[in-house]
């Protein structure tokens, strides 16, 4: 099923910054964060297994809340490259537990804008 | 590093016609994948294969035929197009293991379809 991304735009000026969420009804073992410029592939950001942790690389950082099924992306200081549509893609967890080999749902997108 | 590469950029079809899209990889990667990207929308599985000979459905597999006789290469084939499936489709791969089970996925710059 998938996950539900919100919002589903952001626009910002330079500095500013943003929280993007992704919501899913199921049981999650991972969530993974992507984000594809216009005309351009999707790019690895991150990824989050499940245990609740949070992980981050310069001014983006996200979190996984295993409880909730949810996870945020953080985007801070906003610079204008930061520009695009970010996608969490999520792994659900199977009856166990378990990884359920790699295989992911995306999310619909948040489309972001950052003004100078 | 090569990484994911994806043949034609770009294809305009005739409804009925038949095409294959290309997808190889030079990374070693078990784990290929075929999406399709509709405007403004998030990524659709089409198929997966988690090694060679090995091929799955994915959320919207109607319409397409996959085959993974190597490592390295995963072509799709649309059979009679529809205009339903102008798109734009990616093909992702991915080091997939029980032990590790961090499936960051690798992106090709796509190949854009209009069937008209």
């Known amino acids: 099923q998938q996950p539900v991304q919100s919002p589903q735009a952001v626009i910002l000026r330079e500095g500013e910054d943003a929280v993007i969420n992704c919501s899913s009804s199921k049981a999650l073992y991972s969530v993974h964060w992507y984000r594809q410029k216009h005309g351009e592939a999707p790019v690895f950001l991150m990824i989050l297994l499940k ?16 409880k909730k099924q949810q996870s945020s992306l953080y985007l801070t200081a906003s610079q204008l490259s930061y520009s695009g549509t970010y996608f969490c893609g999520t792994e659900m967890a199977t009856n166990a537990g378990g990884t359920s080999y790699g295989k992911l749902t995306f999310g619909q997108g948040t489309i972001l804008t950052v003004h100078p | 590093n090569a990484g994911v590469t994806q043949t034609p950029k770009f294809r305009i079809l005739k409804i009925g016609q038949s095409m294959t899209l290309q997808c190889t990889q030079d990374m070693n990667h078990n784990y290929m994948y075929w999406y399709r990207q509709d405007p403004g929308m998030g990524l659709k599985l089409i198929y997966y294969s988690v090694g060679a000979g090995i091929t799955d459905k994915g959320e919207v597999p109607n319409g397409y035929n996959v085959s ?24 992702a791969s991915s080091y997939w293991t029980i032990r590790s089970a961090k499936n960051i996925q690798y992106f090709g710059a796509g190949t854009r379809l209009s069937v008209l």
Do not use: M, W
Not at chain 1, 51 to 62: T, V
Not at chain 2, 74 to 83: G, Q
């Open chain 1, 51 to 66: 245990g609740g942790e949070q992980k981050g690389h310069d001014k983006i950082s996200a979190s996984f809340n295993e």
């Open chain 2, 68 to 91: 993974r006789s190597t490592t390295e290469d995963f072509p799709l084939r649309l059979e009679l197009a529809a205009p339903s499936q102008t798109s734009v489709y990616f093909c």
